[in-house]
């Protein structure tokens, strides 16, 4: 299994500002996940970010509003760019795909963001 | 593309008695099928997965779930249900790419 930390683990921010998420894992992997969880919904994925290469967006979402680093094989951070309220959610990190974790998703604690 | 259908946002059993949790999937490759367990304020927590080994697939605390590829199912069961069952449960599909397609979510309240 993988062990994933978040940082923060929550935080309240002002409209209009950007807060950066980070995501920690203790091994190396290849594909990372950023998922996000509306108040009371179901989870979505925001994009796949694999080493090496830009982050793969799904639709509906953009690199402007959710820029996402992946400088190595360990370590992600996602951006959630000039807030709203309607971004007030909790964002999970997920790893895995394939080789030694075979099909399974590790999810970290996730980031409750509320923006006010 | 994947997707998966949870019948019933809402589920609540007796303790003791049989839990339930509906899942229906649509794939259009084999897909690999999760149930999820969100407790609150925590993270997700696999409960159990199938990956086109055994139909009838196993998981952590009594949980099992049935793949039924005729009927496009993954339905989520436990005997008996304990106080500590009460939580979000979220079947998820996918298929090679690894991304997860994640269920509406059911709420299971148990009743002492």
């Known amino acids: 299994s993988a062990v994933i930390s978040q940082k923060p683990s929550r935080d309240i921010c002002q409209r209009g500002t950007s807060l950066t998420i980070q995501c920690q894992v203790d091994?190396?992997?290849?594909?990372m996940f950023w998922y996000r969880q509306q108040p009371g919904q179901s989870l979505t994925l925001i994009a796949t970010?694999?080493?090496?290469?830009?982050?793969?967006?799904e639709s509906g979402f953009v690199i402007d509003k959710f820029p996402i680093s992946r400088p190595n094989l360990t370590f992600s951070t996602l951006t959630v760019s000039n807030m709203s309220p309607e971004d007030s959610s909790i964002y999970l990190c997920?790893?895995?795909?394939?080789?030694?974790?075979?099909?399974?998703?590790?999810f970290g604690q996730g980031t409750r963001l509320t923006v006010v | 593309a994947q997707s998966v259908t949870q019948l019933g946002s809402h589920v609540s059993v007796s303790e003791g008695a049989l839990v339930l949790l509906r899942c229906n999937y649509s794939?259009?490759?084999?897909?690999?099928l999760f149930w999820y367990v969100q407790y609150p304020n925590q993270g997700l927590q696999l409960l159990l997965k199938?990956?086109?080994?055994?139909?009838l697939v196993k998981g952590i605390n009594g949980f099992e779930a049935e793949f039924k590829k005729s009927e496009t199912s993954f339905h989520l069961t436990k005997p008996s249900a304990h106080m500590s069952d009460a939580a979000e449960y979220f079947c998820?599909?996918?298929?090679?790419?690894?991304?997860?397609?994640f269920g509406a979510g059911t709420t299971v309240t148990v009743r002492a």
């Open positions: 997920s790893v895995g795909g394939g080789g030694q974790w075979g099909t399974e998703a590790f």
């Open positions: 091994s190396q992997v290849t594909m």
């Open positions: 970010a694999n080493q090496g290469s830009e982050a793969t967006y």
């Open positions: 794939s259009s490759v084999p897909p690999y």
């Open positions: 199938y990956t086109s080994a055994a139909t």
């Open positions: 998820a599909v996918s298929g090679r790419d690894y991304k997860l397609s």
